[in-house]
């Protein structure tokens, strides 16, 4: 999803397709406190989609990038 048309919260269906892993593996890794931030509202998990980013940059591995 373009981050200028992103909603500035993501549910766990969307941020479980941005990273392209099933809802249940977002789920577990919540559960275990491994995977991206995330606030509740209410029952609702909620992602900040600079949270999401900011753990999908910690998760990097290999590659010459900087």
């Known amino acids: 999803m373009p ?4 909603k500035p919260l993501g549910d766990s269906d969307e941020v ?3 990273l392209n ?3 249940r593996t977002l789920d577990d ?4 406190g491994i995977g991206p931030r995330y606030s ?5 998990r909620r992602y900040r ?5 900011a ?3 910690e998760q990097a591995n290999g ?4």
């Open 55 to 57: 753990w999908l940059d």
């Open 3 to 6: 981050t200028d048309v992103r």
């Open 29 to 32: 890794w919540a559960h275990r």
């Open 63 to 66: 590659g010459t990038a900087a």
């Open 40 to 44: 509740r509202v209410g029952r609702h």
């Open 49 to 53: 989609w600079a949270d999401v980013e």
């Open 16 to 18: 479980a397709e941005y």
């Open 21 to 23: 892993v099933p809802k």
